[in-house]
């Protein structure tokens, strides 16, 4: 190959300069070290997380319960806390086990996966939004009214639903570009 | 004799290291950014590790984590990496950093950048098959990574040879 440029270089030229390639070692073993503590230390915490507010919420429908208060909107009210933490937890355990796909597949497999985990997410969101909705008529019709609190939850839902929708789209849309380039390469020349 | 992940992981990185970095370098455009990539990967293959069950060689599952990794990190920087291409197209001179690391050093005899920028121009299909194959992969390891056939890689290594020997000739 020539420093020129304006020469052809042959396949054996590229492959051997390739093979002098030298980068250096970029790799950091203690940040690789760190940041696998931290992941561990993050996931712990999450887990712990959830659970305490799984507990709490159940706790706050059971004790409706004990203190006799028994009309129909406690009742509803508590199956509502109920139904939103079994739709919550089942989100989140698909969710999950989709993203322990598998890393080590091929590329094929691996896109394939990453697109329906993509729309997994689209799935996560609809639900997310029923699930305000669902709740907007429990507060309105149930609990005498809208406060303020729920009016600043709801537009925080709101806005991470768009957030999610929206890189969802375009995770898809890179997906999409990544197959057509794929299938582009694979066409013979005719 | 059956080592431990721990001992495994080094010895993959200790055998694979430098092809895994050529690969970054190949792949990503923004020099700051290959550290991160580097150390995605390496965090991938240790998470990895304990799912592997010799359904294909060593060197395969390393370069098919690479290659998911990689792919996950262009899918997240599609935008940023669209915008430095852009500016490596309107100028390599303004595009050059300034205070040059010593990767850059060591790339500085021009011959090895001008390879790695070639092989960045190339679409993501093209640039994965061409590196498999001047890593020395066979054309069933290449199928094997990307999961496709060892027809289709026949077919994308000429296209990917033609057109790495075209930009580095210099040919618009």
């Known amino acids: 190959m020539s420093p020129s440029g304006h020469e052809t270089p042959t396949w054996t030229d590229i492959a051997s300069a390739w093979r002098t390639l030298t980068i250096p070692d970029a790799l950091d073993a203690s940040a690789l070290k760190k940041r696998v503590a931290a992941q561990t230390r993050r ?26 208060r028994t009309s129909i909107a406690d009742r509803v ?49 609809c639900i997310a939004l029923v699930l305000l909705v669902a709740q907007w008529y429990v507060a309105s019709a149930l609990l005498g009214g809208i406060t303020p609190v729920s009016v600043l939850c709801s537009a925080a839902w709101v806005a991470w639903a768009a957030w999610e929708f929206r890189s969802v789209r375009q995770e898809l849309e890179w997906l999409d570009a990544f197959d057509r380039d794929r299938a582009v390469s694979d066409l013979g020349d005719m | 004799m059956v080592d431990s992940t721990k001992e495994r992981f ?72 669209r915008a430095i291409k852009s500016g490596l197209d309107e100028s390599a001179a303004d595009a050059a950093d300034p205070h040059p690391g010593p990767e850059q050093q060591v790339l500085s005899a021009g011959l090895h950048e001008q390879l790695l920028k070639a092989i960045q121009e190339l679409s993501p299909a093209l640039r994965q098959t061409v590196i498999l194959s001047l890593e020395g992969l066979t054309h069933r390891e290449i199928a094997e990574v990307l999961g496709t056939n060892s027809a289709a890689i026949g077919v994308r290594l000429s296209r990917a040879r033609d057109a790495l020997t075209q930009l580095l000739a210099g040919v618009p």
């Open chain 1, 43 to 68: 996931s712990r915490v999450w887990r712990v997380a959830e659970l305490l507010v799984t507990a709490i919420a159940m706790r706050a429908s059971w004790r409706s319960f004990e203190r006799g």
């Open chain 1, 77 to 125: 009210v508590a199956v509502d806390i109920l139904v939103v933490l079994i739709v919550t937890w089942t989100v989140v355990w698909l969710g999950r086990a989709a993203r322990s796909a598998p890393i080590g597949a091929s590329t094929a497999v691996y896109v394939a996966v990453s697109r329906s985990r993509a729309r997994q997410r689209i799935v996560t969101v």
């Open chain 2, 10 to 81: 080094g010895r993959l990185l200790d055998e694979h290291g430098s092809a895994l970095r050529r690969l970054v370098a190949a792949s990503e455009f923004d020099v700051g950014e290959r550290e991160d990539l580097m150390q995605e990967i390496a965090f991938g293959l240790w998470r990895a590790l304990p799912t592997f069950r010799g359904e294909c060689s060593e060197r395969t599952f390393v370069f098919r984590i690479a290659n998911n990794i990689i792919i996950s990190h262009g899918r997240r920087s599609a935008t940023r990496r």
